[in-house]
Nanobody
Framework: DVQLQASGGGAAQAGGSLRLSCAAS????????IGWFRQAPGREREGVSS????????FYASSVEGRFTISEDNAKNTVYLEMNSLRPEDTAIYYC????????????????WGQGTLVTVSS
């Protein structure tokens, strides 16, 4: 079974940091990019960042570029999202997902979703 296990959410103050983890299993990791999406109350789910396992190609939404860093541990099939300089507008449920290919920027490209993890940033 495909599993995308997201963890690491929580509460942070504005300017603080959190690290999310996504442990992937049950599919051929080499053929996919792992991405992070988020959904704030009343808003559509949006792509935040992704990384391709084979090429290391990364994608960042303009709203997080320079503040968030995506990385992976190949041995653990785990992708991390280091979130720094957090802002209240980063508050959302964060989901990890797998997309075929080298990027995972849009929901329509997602093959599988993991469960969400809540990130709350207070001012």
């Amino acid at each position: 079974d495909v599993q995308l296990q997201a963890s690491g959410g929580g509460a942070a103050q504005a300017g603080g940091s959190l690290r999310l983890s996504c442990a992937a299993s049950g599919f051929t990791f080499d053929e996919y990019a792992i991405g992070w999406f988020r959904q704030a109350p009343g808003r559509e789910r949006e792509g935040v960042s992704s990384i391709a396992h084979t090429t290391g190609a990364t994608f960042y939404a303009s709203s997080v570029e320079g503040r968030f860093t995506i990385s992976e541990d190949n041995a653990k099939n785990t992708v991390y999202l280091e979130m720094n300089s957090l802002r209240p507008e980063d508050t959302a449920i964060y989901y990890c997902a797998a997309c075929v290919g080298n990027s995972c920027p849009l929901t329509r490209f997602v093959s599988w979703w993991g469960q969400g993890t809540l990130v709350t940033v207070s001012s």
